[in-house]
């Protein structure tokens, strides 16, 4: 063994009470150096050959110096690097020495709110899992390929892994291993192979390229003529899918960059090109199989029952496809892209067939045309897409008289207040988000993000005396339309974020408030009724109001991804509306944080990475957790005897 850059020589090494030492010989009595375990910070596993010998780890000390070992055969090397690793992972990481580890060590970082003190951390890196033990804290696996972000700030002295609910910054101590940790991070997190399950995925297991491509479809393609059908400029779309290989997760798709053709090109020969399909090898011949059922019925359950065989990201990514193309030929009278010719395209496509099989295309043609029966399809969720489409549409038709010659909406936003010295005029591509346009107002006045600021953009209505923060992913064109002349986007702080961030992680909430109805009345949309005390549940999927706590049988039921919220009293919209009431400000903005929390996960933007790490506040002595009746019945034990249920009941958090 010997430092990098030079040749191995062979030593006689031992470890012993936890110093590692490496001799001249087993004759040697002085060692020619010396590692404690408490200087040791990491271990690195390496690939075959990578040193120019197949059995290698590397350790890193405390004083940023590099030692490289090789064995001469896998037992021995397996055996060092389990006993090394022993020896300096601390008892309360002791779960990482079970994992076949590619690198494991110690490094300082800091997450969640606790941005002023940096914390031990104790990481493993296994495959594209990075696990993770800092102080006080049970472990957790951090999925490397479906983060949001991943970049090194700070002069290359912070790593930033950046995912749903979490940010978490990786600080830098010593030059070697923090390098080395950076560049297995960064290669863990890009895509692994072909198949789709070694492809950066979003958080809901599809592959990034996958939905990078419908959403610019969708944005700018929904109404051009031959869409799929049209082939793009070969060149550009071998880039394309290149780039996407080596890091989808920083490709964005651009109008006027990147030509629709092309992207609808690069998507298909994705899906083309998939190792083992999109069906899989192994159940693409019963899917076509499938065809030949002549009772649609019993045709609709087999498709049912080969779905839910298909691995968790095939199904997903089958769900998104066909979700894209069911919307395709929604407007075919635009685009003349109908069913049937949808289905000859991404037939053989994605059945990796050569196209004399016309099974392949009526497989693809049942799927998109029984799409809502075969994937039990919410149609309100549906049919408020389609109605964003069309708002994309009819936002695109306006490009002609209200743009620049890129095809861009020009539209005026607000910087913090709404006056005219606070105008700006930003150019709005279909893809732009809320985030997006925040980062790029903020950018554009030189305007730092402290810590803990937490910008977003606002759908303000100043008459009414209402607004609705975006969440960071809502599109701004469809906005923009839907709004009309009577709304602003306002780009502000939320000045409540520190009172609403511990609730951002809860997904339930109970409790009275105060509910009004304004119904038509007698047709003419005239407001009527007063407020009334009312008993709610919030929960993931619904919220349900109740005459009193003891109640049995909801009085209303919505689904609570339909629901738009705002903040604020909206006295012209059109009935019927509800609104909902609390006795204090605070009381609100827990349940405002729920419903956010509930719709669209975090209001977070990438102008803020501060994301609340997983604890809870202590706002409660009732169980928040369990059925219905067991939450109702706490609250009618409560009202009866409080101290009683405080006495018998676990705080939250």
Same mark, same amino acid.
């Given at each position: 063994?010997?430092?990098?850059?030079?040749?191995?020589?062979?030593?006689?090494?031992?470890?012993? $009470?936890?110093?590692?030492?490496?001799?001249?010989? $087993?004759?040697?009595?002085?060692?020619?150096?010396?590692?404690?375990?408490?200087?040791?910070?990491?271990?690195?596993?390496?690939?075959?050959?990578?040193?120019?010998?197949?059995?290698?780890?590397?350790?890193?000390?405390?004083?940023?110096?590099?030692?490289?070992?090789?064995?001469?055969?896998?037992?021995?090397?397996?055996?060092?690097?389990?006993?090394?690793?022993?020896?300096?992972?601390?008892?309360?990481?002791?779960?990482?020495?079970?994992?076949?580890?590619?690198?494991?060590?110690?490094?300082?970082?800091?997450?969640?709110?606790?941005?002023?003190?940096?914390?031990?951390?104790?990481?493993?890196?296994?495959?594209?899992?990075?696990?993770?033990?800092?102080?006080?804290?049970?472990?957790?696996?951090?999925?490397?390929?479906?983060?949001?972000?991943?970049?090194?700030?700070?002069?290359?002295?912070?790593?930033?892994?950046?995912?749903?609910?979490?940010?978490?910054?990786?600080?830098?101590?010593?030059?070697?291993?923090?390098?080395?940790?950076?560049?297995?991070?960064?290669?863990?997190?890009?895509?692994?192979?072909?198949?789709?399950?070694?492809?950066?995925?979003?958080?809901?297991?599809?592959?990034?390229?996958?939905?990078?491509?419908?959403?610019?479809?969708?944005?700018?393609?929904?109404?051009?003529?031959?869409?799929?059908?049209?082939?793009?400029?070969?060149?550009?779309?071998?880039?394309?899918?290149?780039?996407?290989?080596?890091?989808?997760?920083?490709?964005?798709?651009?109008?006027?960059?990147?030509?629709?053709?092309?992207?609808?090109?690069?998507?298909?020969?994705?899906?083309?090109?998939?190792?083992?399909?999109?069906?899989?090898?192994?159940?693409?011949?019963?899917?076509?199989?499938?065809?030949?059922?002549?009772?649609?019925?019993?045709?609709?359950?087999?498709?049912?029952?080969?779905?839910?065989?298909?691995?968790?990201?095939?199904?997903?990514?089958?769900?998104?496809?066909?979700?894209?193309?069911?919307?395709?030929?929604?407007?075919?009278?635009?685009?003349?892209?109908?069913?049937?010719?949808?289905?000859?395209?991404?037939?053989?496509?994605?059945?990796?067939?050569?196209?004399?099989?016309?099974?392949?295309?009526?497989?693809?043609?049942?799927?998109?045309?029984?799409?809502?029966?075969?994937?039990?399809?919410?149609?309100?969720?549906?049919?408020?897409?389609?109605?964003?489409?069309?708002?994309?549409?009819?936002?695109?038709?306006?490009?002609?008289?209200?743009?620049?010659?890129?095809?861009?909406?020009?539209?005026?936003?607000?910087?913090?207040?709404?006056?005219?010295?606070?105008?700006?005029?930003?150019?709005?591509?279909?893809?732009?988000?809320?985030?997006?346009?925040?980062?790029?107002?903020?950018?554009?006045?030189?305007?730092?993000?402290?810590?803990?600021?937490?910008?977003?953009?606002?759908?303000?209505?100043?008459?009414?005396?209402?607004?609705?923060?975006?969440?960071?992913?809502?599109?701004?064109?469809?906005?923009?339309?839907?709004?009309?002349?009577?709304?602003?986007?306002?780009?502000?702080?939320?000045?409540?974020? $520190?009172?609403?961030?511990?609730?951002?992680?809860?997904?339930?909430?109970?409790?009275?408030?105060?509910?009004?109805?304004?119904?038509?009345?007698?047709?003419?949309?005239?407001?009527?009724?007063?407020?009334?005390?009312?008993?709610?549940?919030?929960?993931?999927?619904?919220?349900?109001?109740?005459?009193?706590?003891?109640?049995?049988?909801?009085?209303?039921?919505?689904?609570?991804?339909?629901?738009?919220?705002?903040?604020?009293?909206?006295?012209?919209?059109?009935?019927?509306?509800?609104?909902?009431?609390?006795?204090?400000?605070?009381?609100?903005?827990?349940?405002?944080?729920?419903?956010?929390?509930?719709?669209?996960?975090?209001?977070?933007?990438?102008?803020?990475?501060?994301?609340?790490?997983?604890?809870?506040?202590?706002?409660?002595?009732?169980?928040?957790?369990?059925?219905?009746?067991?939450?109702?019945?706490?609250?009618?034990?409560?009202?009866?005897?409080?101290?009683?249920?405080?006495?018998?009941?676990?705080?939250?958090?």
């Amino acid at each position: 063994c010997d430092q990098v850059g030079k040749d191995f020589s062979r030593r006689w090494c031992t470890l012993n $009470d936890g110093t590692f030492s490496y001799y001249e010989s $087993d004759k040697n009595a002085i060692p020619n150096g010396t590692l404690k375990d408490s200087d040791i910070v990491c271990l690195a596993v390496d690939a075959p050959d990578k040193h120019g010998f197949e059995f290698t780890f590397e350790l890193y000390s405390e004083s940023d110096r590099l030692y490289l070992f090789g064995t001469d055969d896998p037992d021995s090397h397996k055996e060092w690097v389990k006993c090394i690793a022993k020896s300096f992972i601390p008892a309360s990481a002791e779960p990482l020495l079970r994992l076949s580890f590619e690198r494991i060590g110690r490094l300082k970082c800091k997450d969640g709110l606790n941005l002023q003190q940096s914390k031990v951390g104790w990481f493993a890196l296994t495959g594209s899992t990075l696990h993770v033990y800092l102080e006080k804290n049970k472990g957790e696996e951090i999925h490397l390929r479906k983060l949001n972000e991943l970049s090194i700030q700070q002069d290359n002295e912070v790593l930033v892994l950046v995912e749903k609910g979490r940010t978490l910054y990786i600080e830098g101590e010593r030059k070697l291993d923090f390098a080395g940790w950076c560049a297995a991070i960064q290669a863990a997190a890009g895509s692994g192979g072909d198949t789709l399950s070694q492809q950066q995925l979003t958080e809901t297991d599809i592959p990034v390229i996958v939905l990078s491509c419908i959403d610019y479809i969708t944005q700018c393609g929904l109404t051009s003529e031959g869409i799929y059908r049209k082939s793009g400029v070969n060149s550009r779309v071998a880039a394309l899918c290149e780039r996407f290989r080596q890091d989808a997760r920083s490709l964005r798709l651009k109008e006027g960059e990147h030509q629709v053709d092309d992207v609808s090109n690069t998507l298909k020969r994705f899906f083309r090109d998939l190792e083992e399909g999109l069906f899989t090898t192994e159940n693409g011949s019963n899917w076509l199989g499938a065809t030949a059922i002549q009772d649609e019925n019993e045709k609709i359950s087999e498709y049912k029952v080969l779905l839910d065989r298909l691995p968790r990201v095939n199904k997903a990514t089958l769900q998104a496809l066909i979700n894209h193309l069911y919307c395709v030929q929604r407007f075919a009278d635009l685009n003349q892209m109908n069913l049937h010719n949808l289905a000859i395209v991404f037939g053989p496509t994605l059945f990796q067939t050569d196209g004399k099989d016309y099974t392949a295309g009526r497989a693809i043609e049942d799927l998109i045309q029984h799409y809502i029966l075969i994937f039990e399809v919410d149609e309100q969720q549906l049919n408020k897409q389609l109605e964003e489409i069309k708002a994309i549409i009819k936002m695109r038709e306006k490009l002609n008289t209200k743009t620049e010659g890129d095809g861009h909406f020009i539209c005026t936003v607000y910087l913090e207040e709404l006056k005219a010295t606070a105008e700006q005029h930003v150019k709005i591509p279909g893809s732009m988000t809320a985030a997006e346009l925040a980062y790029e107002v903020l950018d554009r006045r030189n305007i730092p993000v402290k810590e803990k600021d937490y910008w977003s953009c606002w759908e303000v209505c100043e008459k009414e005396e209402i607004e609705r923060p975006l969440h960071y992913q809502e599109r701004v064109l469809p906005i923009l339309h839907s709004v009309g002349n009577e709304s602003l986007l306002l780009i502000k702080k939320q000045p409540a974020m $520190d009172a609403m961030i511990t609730y951002l992680v809860d997904v339930s909430k109970h409790g009275m408030m105060k509910f009004r109805e304004e119904r038509a009345f007698l047709g003419l949309g005239l407001p009527t009724g007063n407020f009334h005390d009312r008993f709610f549940i919030l929960n993931s999927t619904s919220l349900r109001m109740y005459k009193d706590v003891r109640s049995n049988k909801p009085e209303r039921d919505w689904g609570v991804k339909n629901l738009k919220i705002y903040l604020g009293i909206k006295k012209k919209l059109r009935p019927p509306t509800w609104y909902l009431c609390c006795e204090t400000q605070t009381e609100m903005r827990e349940w405002y944080a729920t419903f956010l929390s509930i719709q669209d996960g975090l209001q977070q933007s990438r102008v803020s990475r501060v994301l609340p790490d997983t604890r809870h506040g202590n706002v409660s002595l009732i169980p928040l957790r369990g059925s219905e009746n067991e939450m109702r019945n706490s609250v009618a034990a409560f009202s009866q005897d409080a101290l009683a249920v405080s006495q018998s009941a676990n705080h939250w958090g």
